[in-house]
């Protein structure tokens, strides 16, 4: 997969033109949002990792196969966030998952190891209030034994009370699974 960084983006004057379709990953920080985005391109360094939560703090757009854009967001729940930065965040979110006319999907991180948060529900729920397509993925499934995980997986699609026909993809950045069935589920919403 060819990717490339195009620009980080505070406010909506600073997003790249409109053009191809965007494809955003969400969720709360330090759940592996910028992990995945290298996972799936194949690429270490192409969006910042770190172990500490907070790393992403703009929006940051990725060029894939001269054709799509994967859509870095700043994670929320970060504790150590003045109510300032959390302001800014909530706008941040809501200009671009709002009116991003060619924002096809938002891909939403869990972490598997634990029970969505209340941001996670919120985040789904708003997706669902703005008709916004959403497709649920487990994070960090490496953590979990098979069973704990299918446990888990289980206890995640009944909080966020997913339908049968809703995807929930499990991955790991670390064994690279998953990437597969994602890139499937990903490839829907950018062929059409
Ligand atoms: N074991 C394991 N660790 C992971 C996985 N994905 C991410 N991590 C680790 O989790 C930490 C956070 O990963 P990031 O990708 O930076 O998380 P993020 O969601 O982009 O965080 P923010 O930018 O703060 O919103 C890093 O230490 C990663 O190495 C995974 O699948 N398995
Ligand atoms: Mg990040």
Known sequence: MKAEFISSAA???QYP??????????????VGKSSLINLLTGRRKLAKVSQNPGKTRTINFFLIDDKWRMVDLPGYGYA???????ESWGRMMEDYLETRETLKLVVQ???CRHEPSAQDKQMYDYL????????????????LSKNELNKNLAMIRRE??????EKLVP??????????????????????
């Open 11 to 13: 406010k909506k004057g």
């Open 17 to 30: 033109e409109l053009g191809p379709v965007e494809i955003a990953f969400a969720g709360r920080s330090n």
């Open 80 to 86: 150590k966030v003045s109510k300032s930065e959390s």
């Open 109 to 111: 991180l869990v972490d």
């Open 128 to 143: 669902r209030y703005y008709n916004l397509a959403g497709l649920v993925v487990a994070t960090k499934a490496d953590k």
């Open 160 to 165: 966020l009370e997913l339908g049968k026909d």
């Open 171 to 192: 991955v790991s950045a670390l064994n690279k699974t998953g990437v597969d069935e994602l890139i499937k589920e990903i490839g829907r919403y950018i062929n059409d």
